[in-house]
């Protein structure tokens, strides 16, 4: 199985493009392949799938949505190994994508920059 994010989808033509986090290419993902309902398919989420070929370069099928883990205590201050701040920008920003599609890019900035002002000011952030 791999993992990517849907990097793309348009509704109407029932395609889209899911980008692998190990690499590559993207891969093109049609709704007829995927076993999942047309609403799940929001851009920014991740899933896992199969990759087979097709007749124009690689092609994801039997999608499933890939869980999120939750933030451990060693994130917490005073536990082990803490987020660097881009890493708290990154992984802020694919929740906001996740939880809230509708959010505009100015809102995702605004909500993750407080957030990591937040944490930093509280010690819970590499330095």
Known sequence: MSVGKLVSFDGSRGFG???????????FVHVNDIGLD???LRQGRLFEF?????DRGPKAVNLTAAGHSA???RSRKGGGD???SEEMRRQITELLLE???????AEIITIRD???TFADEHGWLDS
């Open 99 to 105: 939880a809230s599609p509708a959010l505009t890019a």
């Open 114 to 116: 407080r957030f990591t």
């Open 17 to 27: 493009f899911i980008r692998p986090e190990d690499g590559g290419p993207d891969v």
């Open 71 to 73: 933030p451990s205590a």
């Open 82 to 84: 803490r987020l660097g």
């Open 38 to 40: 047309e609403d799940e």
């Open 50 to 54: 199969e990759v087979t070929e097709g």
